[in-house]
């Protein structure tokens, strides 16, 4: 049962991948933040099935709300801001366990003239750093976060979730929030993540499903030089298989899917220290005559 508290302002049907759900909220304001953030993964058609509902409601302690998601509690006295950051990561958890369709790995990815580049890495290796910068030079945002690859093409899927930037990126990523993800009306907004908004409307443009055409393993030193190092298609395949969500129910097929990716598309592993000098690297991977070819090492 919805109170008319809870039920003052919904989302459109949202949907991560294979999971489909909405958010309702008491804060008329708070759901245009919604709406604005979560923008990347508004399903076809607001009557498209829910499954699942989040609701964000005035807490106790003024100016703050409580998380809930079917009638669950996951956080009390959250900021407005932390309260977004707290539905993006159990949707992102959620999209994990009910896509077992996707082979899933921790990856970014992002788009470039139909060909897609997989940047996987463990958290803290600068993946969603570096695709906030990419997008921000122009290329398709994929995902910052969980790659979805579909198990009979071999395909990125798109999987729009907002890209979620910890606090030692915001001073290189300072022009893309976090005024640029409040809603009509709201004063800038902050948690202890940013949850910056991609799609229409953000000047983040969304990429389709794609072939995997590169490989970037990206490892942050602020000590090191910024540089590209050409992996093995064996080291490559090694660095896609630790960052796997669920290989083992894929079993041998998607060791196989797994195993295509990294002989055919050209691999690399990036050091990063300097996000700018990162993002011209990859660009300059992306825009080379062999790439928009379709290069790449076949079996």
């Known amino acids: 049962m919805v109170s008319a508290r809870e039920g003052a302002h919904r989302t459109p049907s949202l949907r991560g991948l294979s999971y489909r759900f909405a958010v309702r909220t008491d804060d008329e304001r708070l759901g245009h933040l919604v709406d604005a953030v979560l923008a990347g993964l508004r399903d076809q058609g607001d009557s498209a099935p829910v499954d699942h509902w989040y609701s964000l409601t005035s807490s106790d302690r003024a100016g703050t709300v409580d998380v809930r998601r079917d009638g669950l509690e996951l956080a009390r006295g959250q900021s407005h801001g932390d309260a977004v950051g707290w539905v993006v990561w159990d949707v992102n958890r959620a999209a994990a366990e009910a896509s ?96 910056l908004a991609v799609g229409e409307g953000t000047g983040r443009r969304v990429g389709g499903p794609c072939e995997a055409g590169f490989v970037v393993v990206p490892r942050y030193d602020e000590a090191a030089e910024t540089a590209l190092t050409p992996l093995s298609a064996t080291q490559a395949f090694l660095a896609l298989a630790v960052n796997a969500v669920n290989l083992i129910p894929h079993g041998s097929a998607g060791t196989r899917v797994l195993g295509r990716l990294a002989v055919r598309s050209r691999c690399f592993s990036l050091t990063v220290s300097d996000l700018d000098a990162a993002c011209r690297l990859v660009l300059g991977l992306v825009e080379a005559p062999a790439a928009r070819g379709g290069a790449g090492r076949e079996p």
Do not use: N
């Open 100 to 195: 077992g369709c996707h082979l899933l790995l921790h990856a970014g990815g992002v788009e470039a003239g139909g060909t897609g580049v997989l940047i996987p890495g463990a958290s803290g290796s600068g993946k969603s750093t570096l695709v906030a910068g990419l997008v921000r030079a122009g290329l398709g945002y994929l995902t910052d976060e969980l790659a979805a690859l579909d198990m009979a093409s071999g395909k990125l899927m798109p999987y729009p979730k907002p890209i979620t930037v910890k606090s030692g990126s915001f001073a290189v990523l300072s022009d893309m929030g976090p005024d640029a993800c409040r809603g009509p009306g709201h004063g800038p907004w902050a948690g202890e993540e940013w949850q």
